[in-house]
């Protein structure tokens, strides 16, 4: 990720936690601790962009809160209503949880234990620091067939 990019994310993320963390203490939430959580999430963003030598701790708690995130889904689903029956993605379901852990959970365990994103990942190479190379044309080649 370009150095630009990596300021503009982690302003943004410094700005939100501050925002949220300002909102909690001016209206106190029937949840403060899942405030007081998000913060420190955005403020593990704003770490990972801003300081290098920290960036490998920040990435692995990311990596560490999306897998427990995903998790406490799991188990909320299943404790609130095993039997709800399925109604698609808009709505909170077990399944959906288990989608949720497999999509975003599993890559964050992963990240979590080997401090990078998984290389099967697609586009893993901007997450992982990569250097992208330029695009001949400006056109990107998975999406334009050549004749």
Not at 18 to 36: C, D, G, H, R, T
Not at 64 to 83: G, N, R, S
Not at 111 to 122: C, E
């Amino acid at each position: 990720m370009s150095r630009g990019a990596r300021w503009i994310l982690g302003a943004f993320s410094a700005f939100f936690a501050l925002i949220l963390v300002a909102s909690e203490q001016m209206a106190a939430s029937n949840a403060p601790a899942l405030i007081y959580l998000v913060a420190v999430f955005c403020a593990a963003i704003s770490v990972a962009c801003f300081f290098s030598r920290l960036r490998n701790a920040a990435v692995r708690l990311i990596g560490a809160m999306v897998f427990l995130a995903t998790i406490a889904y799991l188990v909320d689903e299943l404790l609130t209503e095993p039997a709800k029956k399925y109604s698609g993605h808009s709505e909170p379901h077990w399944l959906n949880a288990i989608f949720a852990l497999i999509v975003f959970g599993l890559p964050g365990l992963s990240v979590a234990l080997r401090g990078k994103y998984p290389s099967w990942g697609k586009g893993s190479s901007v997450f992982r620091g990569d250097a992208t190379p330029p695009s001949s044309g400006g056109e990107n080649d998975d999406t334009v067939e050549r004749i």
